[in-house]
């Protein structure tokens, strides 16, 4: 069975940082590729950022360019994101999720949502 935790999320004031952590069980981690996208209240998901865990190429949203990092971690079968100088606008759920290519219709499996909240 293939599961995808996303955890990491909370309420961070605006400037801050924040890392997400996405644990993938039941996948073969060095051959997929891992996205995480958000959902902000009231507009639709989009992808923030995807990393291929086979040559770790990597791909991001242009309103986090420059300040997120996304990383994959074999061992922990776990991809990671960073965000710093956090901005009220990335208030959203934050979904992880694993398929063949990155984009939001190419995504096999995902995880359930976890909050982030920037406060002002």
């Known amino acids: 069975e293939v599961q995808l935790q996303a955890s990491g999320g909370g309420l961070v004031q605006a400037g801050g940082s924040l890392r997400l952590s996405c644990a993938a069980s039941?996948?073969?981690?060095?051959?997929?590729?891992v996205g995480w996208f958000r959902q902000a209240p009231g507009k639709e998901r989009e992808m923030v950022s995807c990393i291929s865990t086979y040559n770790m190429n990597t791909r991001y949203e242009d309103s986090v360019k420059g300040r997120a990092t996304i990383s994959g971690d074999e061992a922990k079968n776990t991809v990671y994101l960073q965000i710093n100088t956090l901005k009220s606008e990335d208030t959203a759920v934050y979904y992880c999720?694993?398929?063949?290519?990155?984009?939001?219709?190419?995504?096999?499996?995902w995880g359930k949502g976890t909050l982030v909240t920037v406060s002002s």
């Open positions: 999720a694993a398929g063949e290519y990155c984009g939001l219709g190419d995504m096999d499996y």
């Open positions: 039941g996948l073969p981690f060095d051959d997929i590729v």
